[in-house]
């Protein structure tokens, strides 16, 4: 009874504006993210298909091949540039890549020359998604496709010679993944992947920082302001009031946690099916065609998630069931911690200060997960990353897919071990006078320390 | 009569400080006893071993019966403490702190009614009890937290520096609802002061802190007479000089 009403009075403190504020600021966050990635996508299939050529040859063999391109579906988009003053072209035409067929083109095909095509991209950061926009290469393969033709008809070669000329041998992609095996290239199985998997670790991430937060708040506006004081005070087991905290803390990020996930695997799914759809096929027809398209090996690659499914590397029902068993955990430490780190605030400029050590064991293996795999480090690197107890949240999912059972179980149990020890130094902390008199002061004037000059003043 | 607090040598050592050292005196049921001292003197780090908020480093106290060292469960639903420069839930109103507050001493709703029903009219807020916190003035906090820590008559209210930080007006409310509390009540207070002309005012019996050390305890009528004084600033200085002490 009094426990109940220590947690709704918990609930009702935690459930405030500033909270929902958060939430909101978040959802927007992730919309933005996927509407700005499905633009960017599609922006960049559509792209593919249009071709922007400026024929400043303009003779009869460059009119006719552009139009054979056009009667392949191909939409060409022409414009008129004159000189090499190739920034004033893109800048002129608002553009982002542009193939120049240049002057005496037809002439060095005519006396079997290699002729020259420019081909221009405009560069405005080096970030992935940007850099897909600017892709020249269907366009070129398709010229140099049709080139090698009239080429071969000229010189009187068939097309199975110039293919095995310029392909002398087929390349079929297979991955294997542990002992199985499947005819995908690894390439498109880590670009699914990691698409997949871009969800769990930001919510991971924000889950950990906007909890941990909430109760370090909780915590040190208690001692700010005395209320906490007040509580200890009462007739009420100190176990319940720090259980009280943690519980509240814990259902509101599982609240939030449940949110993000379907709001965010909604938006996914929906930036998927317009993208992916589109993209997934596109990018792999694209290259595959492209690159591909004389050496017809195409006919033998099988759709990605086809050969995930073969590769073993899509959760089952119980892979998902262990992965929020261990988002639980990673919740659990996270209220552990901050319990203490609340502890040590007497003011509120430090509330901040004590998040760093926290954001740090978040961060650093939010950002190894994205970019490096943690099993094939140094054994010594190894160790000391997976003792930060949130990196098992962050591999989790990717420990599952491959395999590596031991790890995950490893992560499961070490964080379990991690949790309980937290929770026993955080019940220590408040069953003892230390909950009052600890204190990091951050170098600033320290209550006493005023008390002190207020006493010299008098 | 039985005493409601007997404080038996109690001390305690920080890492630098000797905040209190062998500190004893007590309260009969109905007193209201002050511990006047400048900041700094040990005051509140001896009301918070008595509150069980901080564990002695030596002697022990009695709160109605129940030792704090061995029985600090019982203490805690003798007494009620009031924090120095205490704030309240900024996000609640008034009266859901009330509730929230009156839930934490009891589990009977009616018993819990009428604690509310008695804060509410010992604090005399009306309508603003509908108001969040947060949009208090310091006067009315005090108020509120006041009448929060007698809704239950607890057998002792300790009430660390209850008028600092008050204007005039609102600190003299404070005083004359803890006097009338104990006159007509027969409740029992601690509180604790560092403005000794004020708790004449107030207390019926004062003990003289500094530097952790209790100097003298009496009524303030009696020490007036022994230091041959006019107040208790004057009483506070002679002691202090005799003891040598600053
Ligand atoms: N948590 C603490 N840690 C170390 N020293 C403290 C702590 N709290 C108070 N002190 C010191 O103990 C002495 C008494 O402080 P306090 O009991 O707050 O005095 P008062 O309430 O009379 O102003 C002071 O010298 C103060 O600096
Ligand atoms: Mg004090």
Known sequence: MKFFNLLQKELKELINAQMIMGFVLVMVLFFVLSSVMTDTISEAVKQEYNITISDQDDTEFTRNMLSE??????????????????????????????????????????????????????MKSASMMSNLNTENSGTIEVLRKYISDSYSENLGISDDDIEFMEKPVTITEKTVVNDRWADVSASSVTGRIMLQSAILPIIIFILIIMTSQMLVNAIATEKIDKTLETLLSAPVSRTAIIGAKMLAAAIVAMLQAVVYTVGFSTLMAKSMFSVSGDMMSNMETMSDEVTNAMSEATGSLMSVSEGMTRLGLSLSIADYLLVGVQLFLTILICLSVSIMLGALVNDSKSSQTIMLPLMMAAMIPYFISLFADVNSMPMALRVLIYAIPFTHTFTAMPNLMFGHNGVFWFGIIYQLLFFLVCMFFALKLFNSDKILTVSLNFGQKSKLRKNQKQYTDE | MEKVLEVKGLSKQYA?????????????????????????????????????????????????????????????????????????????????????????????????????????????????????????????????????????????????????????????????????????????????????????????????????HLLVTGATAELKERYNAENLEEVFERVVKDNEIL
């Open chain 1, 69 to 122: 391109l056009e009667k392949d579906g191909n939409h060409i988009r022409r414009i008129d540039t004159e000189g090499d003053d190739y920034a004033a072209f893109l800048k002129d035409n608002d553009l982002k890549g542009l193939v120049i067929i240049p002057k005496g083109f037809t002439e060095s095909i005519e006396s079997s020359d290699k002729p020259e095509i420019i081909s221009i991209i405009s």
């Open chain 2, 16 to 212: 630098k400080v000797l905040a209190a050292d062998k500190v004893s005196f007590d309260i009969s049921p109905g007193e209201i006893f002050a511990l006047i001292g400048p900041n700094g003197a040990g005051k509140t780090t001896t009301i918070r071993m008595i509150s069980t908020l901080l564990t002695p480093t030596d002697g022990d106290a009695i709160v109605a019966g129940y030792s704090i060292k061995k029985d600090p469960a019982k203490v805690r639903e003798s007494i009620t403490y009031l924090p120095d420069e205490a704030g309240a839930y900024k996000t609640m109103t008034g009266i859901g702190y009330l509730k929230f507050m009156a839930g934490l001493f009891t589990s009977d709703p009616k018993q819990m009614n009428e604690y509310i029903e008695r804060a509410k009219s010992i604090n005399g807020l009306g309508e603003r009890l509908n108001d969040k916190i947060g949009s208090y003035s310091r006067g009315m906090i005090r108020k509120l937290l006041l009448s929060r820590a007698v809704m239950n008559r607890p057998k002792l209210a300790i009430l660390d520096e209850p008028t600092s930080g008050l204007d005039v007006l609102n600190a003299i409310e404070i005083r004359k609802t803890i006097k009338r509390l104990a006159a007509e009540e027969k409740m029992s207070f601690l509180l604790s002061s560092h403005n000794m002309l004020e708790i004449e005012f107030v207390s019926d019996r004062v003990g003289i802190i500094a530097k952790g």
